[in-house]
């Protein structure tokens, strides 16, 4: 059973860098798509970004384009989203979600109901 846990979450003043990271367990993560999204208070879950696991493919939402980055450490089945030029609206909850399978470069791959497995989040707060 695939198991995600995410960290690297905390309180960041506008500006400022985080890497989150997600952690699998329970399979090797040779042929998956690990997606991040992330929930602010009273708005819906957004998926910013994902990447397969097999060869690196990425896919990042527009409006996050030039800040985060999504990459890859099979070896230590991780995932990282590096988020930089924190802004006060990048608070949120931020989750890894994995599918077995592929990404093309689609905004299909960041809809939350395609995904299989979750994390329980680590909690992102940009404030001065």
């Known amino acids: 059973q695939l198991q995600l846990v995410e960290s690297g979450g905390g309180l960041v003043q506008p500006g400022g860098s985080l890497r989150l990271s997600c952690v699998a367990s329970?399979?090797?993560?040779?042929?998956?798509?690990i997606a991040w999204f992330r929930q602010a208070p009273g708005k819906k879950r957004e998926g910013v970004s994902c990447?397969?696991?097999?060869?690196?493919?990425?896919y990042y939402l527009d409006s996050v384009k030039g800040r985060f980055t999504i990459s890859k450490d099979n070896a230590k089945n991780t995932v990282f989203l590096q988020i930089d030029n924190l802004k006060p609206e990048d608070t949120a909850v931020y989750y890894c979600?994995?599918?077995?399978?592929?990404?093309?470069?689609?905004?299909?791959?960041?809809?939350?109901?395609?995904?299989?497995?979750w994390g329980q989040g680590t909690q992102v707060t940009v404030s001065s």
């Open positions: 979600a994995a599918l077995r399978g592929t990404v093309y470069r689609d905004p299909y791959y960041l809809r939350d109901t395609i995904y299989d497995y």
């Open positions: 329970g399979v090797t993560l040779d042929y998956y798509i």
């Open positions: 990447i397969a696991t097999e060869d690196g493919t990425t």
